[in-house]
Structure formats: C-alpha cells, structure tokens
C-alpha cells in the first residue's frame, strides 16, 4: 500500500490542523493505521494508532485529549485532528500502515508516507 500524508503548515500556538493521509494500491480496511512524527534532532516517535476497522484507537500521552486520529475505509483515508496545538509539536508528521500489528512502536509498521511539516509558533 501507498501513503501520502498532506495539510501540514504553520499554525500559532492553541490553533488547529487537520492531516490527511490518503491510501493505494491495497484494501485499505485490512491495514491498521498510525502517525508518528519527528522533531530536528529527536527519534521518530509514536502519535496514534487506529485499528482496522475505526472502533479502537491508541494515543501518546503527551497528545491525548487534544489529538483525534480517525479514518474513512470507503474513501482509503486517515486523519490526525490536531487541537490546542504546542509549539512542541512541530514535527514532521508520517502517517504509515501495517497488516499485521495495531502498535505504537515503529518497528511495527511496514508501509510509510513521505511526511507533511507542522509548524507551530508561540
């Protein structure tokens, strides 16, 4: 399967984005879905993780409550709703799927997008 993650941009602290990764080349429902991100100079590390079919979803911590990942089988997307955004947020965000394993570590995941840039200024 193909990932292209997109709606990275610069945004002030306490607003609002919404990324989209999009899906080909599989049948989308049969792989679980997550982001991850990587800030200059850090490891790439875990946002959110949903399941197959949409009825469960992980969260990191330092994200929870502000952060909705979602996704829509019929059209092969997923989302990250980002709200009361920090400036430690900003990152490069990878949305990336895997047929096998609904985890939060990295290692797990076979198939990644190219990363969309979220800039957050204080």
């Known amino acids: 399967v193909q990932l292209q993650a997109s709606g990275g941009g610069l945004v002030q602290a306490g607003g609002s984005l919404r990324l989209s990764c999009a899906a080909s080349?599989?049948?989308?429902?049969?792989?679980?879905a997550g982001w991850f991100r990587q800030a200059p100079g850090k490891e790439r590390e875990f946002v959110a993780t949903?399941?197959?079919?949409?009825?469960?979803?992980n969260y990191s911590d330092s994200v929870k409550g502000r952060f909705t990942i979602s996704r829509d089988n019929a059209k092969n997307m997923v989302y990250l709703q980002m709200n009361s955004l920090k400036p430690e947020d900003t990152a490069v965000y990878y949305c990336?799927?895997?047929?096998?394993?609904?985890?939060?570590?990295?290692?797990?995941?076979?198939?990644w997008g190219q990363g969309t840039l979220v800039t957050v200024s204080s």
């Open positions: 990336a799927a895997d047929s096998l394993h609904f985890s939060r570590r990295r290692e797990d995941y076979a198939y």
């Open positions: 080349g599989g049948t989308f429902s049969s792989y679980t």
């Open positions: 949903i399941s197959r079919s949409g009825r469960s979803t």
